[in-house]
């Protein structure tokens, strides 16, 4: 059975830190991406890793205060958000895609993603 499992989400204050989990079972996913969304809005795209190789993109509203990393022994995906804004707060879906992508751009398009966490609450006061 297929399940990404995402954990680590509450209520902070803006400035704070909150460091989210997604494990991955049941199947080998070629890249692992966050998603968010927020009340009265789409879902966007966050941020998102290739398993093999490691490498990451970010959507500019995060870029240099979010990391996302893996830990492949335990086929868990990580994203730290640090300097946290009101404006961050939304449910943060883990996605994975389990096809190559030759131009790693793809893994910010939703669509290309093939299974979906059930999501979890971040919550940034001001």
């Known amino acids: 059975q297929v399940q990404l499992v995402e954990s680590g989400g509450g209520l902070v204050q803006a400035g704070g830190s909150l460091r989210l989990s997604c494990a991955a079972s049941?199947?080998?996913?070629?890249?692992l991406g966050w998603f968010r969304q927020a009340p009265g809005k789409e879902r966007e795209f966050v941020t998102a890793?290739?398993?093999?190789?490691?490498?990451?993109l970010y959507a500019d509203s995060v870029k240099g205060r979010f990391t996302i990393s893996r830990d492949n022994a335990k086929n868990t995906v990580y994203l730290q958000m640090n300097s946290l804004k009101p404006e961050d707060t939304a449910v943060y879906y883990c996605?994975?895609?389990?096809?190559?992508?030759?131009?790693?751009?793809?893994?910010?398009?939703?669509?290309?993603?093939?299974?979906w966490g059930q999501g979890t609450q971040v919550t940034v006061s001001s």
């Open positions: 049941g199947r080998t996913f070629n890249a």
């Open positions: 890793i290739t398993w093999s190789k490691g490498s990451t």
């Open positions: 996605a994975g895609d389990w096809n190559y992508c030759a131009d790693i751009g793809c893994y910010t398009r939703e669509y290309n993603y093939d299974f």
